[in-house]
């Protein structure tokens, strides 16, 4: 029976006693409160009150289980006690007017007790006791009620059967119809994302369909066809709690994956974490490991595995071909050392060209580079130096200009240098000697000087061992074809020739051999 200072509680036990008591002081019957299952009752009507003996009867019947408190309420919208001044105050109207203010505090201070207190993050604790009473919530910020609750996870799940089954409907499309009745006792949710439709076995997209009242209607334009199987099914709540177990963090009974076959491992998963699995694969053959094998001769199956590996016999050169038959493929001999650049014959053998000849030849000035081609060990040269800087019709010195042969090596890289011709001016000071025209350092081909008192043609210097099948001339040779040779005079066109004498000044090389 729980007591405070201005109430007591009781629970009917005994529904033929009536009477029961309370022991707080009261200023006036009137001040009695008797609350019965949470409804106010009414004195007079529903029970009296007997101060001196600090009890209330029921004047209506009770029932067992039934919760009654009783309590006190001072009046506290009035004074019980007027004062006057100049007038006579008995000590029983101090008392009065003491009580009542004493009487008031003391109801504040259980009214207060019975309150929420707000802990230290500042929300209010019930200290796990049963809030009652709360009404129905229209806000999203209301407190609600369990049944209000239930009732919404109730319609939510759409059950239809005392086995727990979700609703599901199935229905013959006609390739008309649009609106399907899905019979059920719930009032069903008005969202299309609340049902899994699918039309002869292909699943729906949401927007393809609508949910009201029960009635589930295809968008226009989307109507089943024509005998084709419609199956619908509800799964309302079901659908968060999917949401639910996607983001579990592990699941509640471990599963072990494991692999056989070609290859064996197993691996425990939760789903809290990645897990490895250690893969161990068959054997399906007996080759020592250990082994090397020189020109294997493998085996494999129709997956690809290696069945058999033993040592082979190995690949040999290939065979020449003769005037009667053909070669056959193999390997290609190694060439001996010194034969870098020989040739391989169709008869296996290393051999070098017996005969090569060719033509090069560089008339624009600049630097270049020659490989002499190989199995060649001679070369003539034709080389022409720059002339030199004219004065108006007076012009620089020729280049010079010869005709040599040179002992070379095959596959050596000789540099060429071809000349620029001098510059012409009037001014002495400005004009400039032509440029040597060189083949590496078998010969340079001298420029001619500018003109200045007088000019002189470019000398000649060769290599000691070079052979001179050709001599310097007032007016060099003039190039022709791809063999030029020291018959080659035609004076309309030379090179190392003074501009002011009709000439091309720059430097000319030719290679024949």
């Not at 910020?141 to 939510?156: C, H, P």
């Not at 058999?308 to 190694?334: E, I």
């Not at 090569?356 to 199995?375: K, L």
């Amino acid at each position: 029976m729980p007591t405070g200072t201005t109430y007591v509680d009781y629970t009917v036990t005994n529904a033929s006693v009536l009477t029961y008591y309370f022991t707080f002081p009261i200023l006036d019957v009137d001040h009695i409160v008797v609350v019965r299952n949470g409804t106010t009752m009414v004195q007079g009507t529903n029970y009296t009150v007997n101060q001196s003996a600090g009890s209330i009867t029921f004047l209506t019947a009770i029932a067992v289980s039934d919760s009654i408190r009783i309590s006190r309420v001072t009046e506290r919208d009035a004074a019980l006690v007027t004062f006057v001044d100049g007038a006579t105050t008995p000590a029983s109207d101090l008392n009065l007017a003491f009580l009542q203010n004493f009487y008031i505090s003391q109801e504040t201070d259980d009214v207060g007790g019975l309150s929420l207190d707000k802990n230290a993050e500042g929300n209010y604790e019930a200290n796990n006791i049963r809030i009652v009473n709360v009404g129905t919530p229209t806000a999203n910020g209301d407190a609600t009620t369990k049944s209000y609750v239930d009732q919404g996870i109730s319609n939510a799940l759409t059950y239809n059967n005392s086995s727990g089954y979700l609703s599901s409907w199935t229905f013959t499309g006609n390739g008309s119809q649009l609106a399907y009745t899905l019979t059920s006792s719930n009032t069903l949710l008005n969202d299309a994302r609340n049902y899994l439709v699918a039309v002869s076995g292909v699943l729906q997209p949401f927007a393809a369909y609508t949910v009201t009242s029960n009635v589930l209607t295809f968008v226009a334009g989307n109507a089943p066809p024509n005998g084709s199987a419609i199956n619908i099914v509800a799964i309302g709540f079901a659908r968060s709690q999917i949401g639910s177990a996607i983001s579990a963090d592990k699941w509640t009974t471990p599963r072990t994956l494991s692999l056989s076959g070609d290859a064996t491992g197993s691996a425990s998963v939760d789903g809290s974490a990645n897990a490895s699995i250690s893969v161990a694969l068959a054997t399906v053959n007996s080759a020592d490991p250990s082994n090397l094998y020189t020109n294997v001769n493998i085996k494999v199956d129709q997956k690809g595995r290696v069945t058999q590996v033993a040592n082979g016999s190995g690949a040999t050169n290939f065979t020449a071909a003769t005037s009667g038959s053909a070669g056959t493929a193999g390997l290609v001999p190694a060439p001996a050392a010194g034969q870098q650049y020989a040739i391989l014959r169709g008869d296996a053998s290393w051999v070098y060209p017996t005969t090569f000849s060719g033509v090069r030849e560089w008339s624009t000035t600049g630097t270049f580079t020659w490989v002499v081609p190989i199995n060649i060990n001679s070369v003539r040269v034709l080389g022409v130096g720059a002339a030199g800087g004219s004065y108006s019709s007076l012009g620089g010195g020729y280049g010079a200009c010869a005709e040599m042969v040179f002992p070379v090596v095959g596959g050596e890289t000789i540099t060429i240098v071809i000349g620029a011709g001098g510059v012409d001016d009037n001014s002495n000071g400005n004009r400039t000697a032509g440029q040597s025209t060189s083949f590496g350092s078998y010969a340079v081909f001298g420029g001619g000087t500018k003109y200045d008192s007088s000019s002189s043609g470019g000398s000649i210097i060769g290599a000691s061992n070079g052979t001179i099948t050709g001599t310097a001339s007032s007016l060099p040779y003039r190039i022709k074809g791809v063999r030029p040779s020291t018959t080659d005079l035609i004076p309309s066109v030379y090179y190392g020739v003074p501009t002011s004498l009709g000439g091309t000044k720059q430097g000319y090389l030719a290679l024949w051999w």
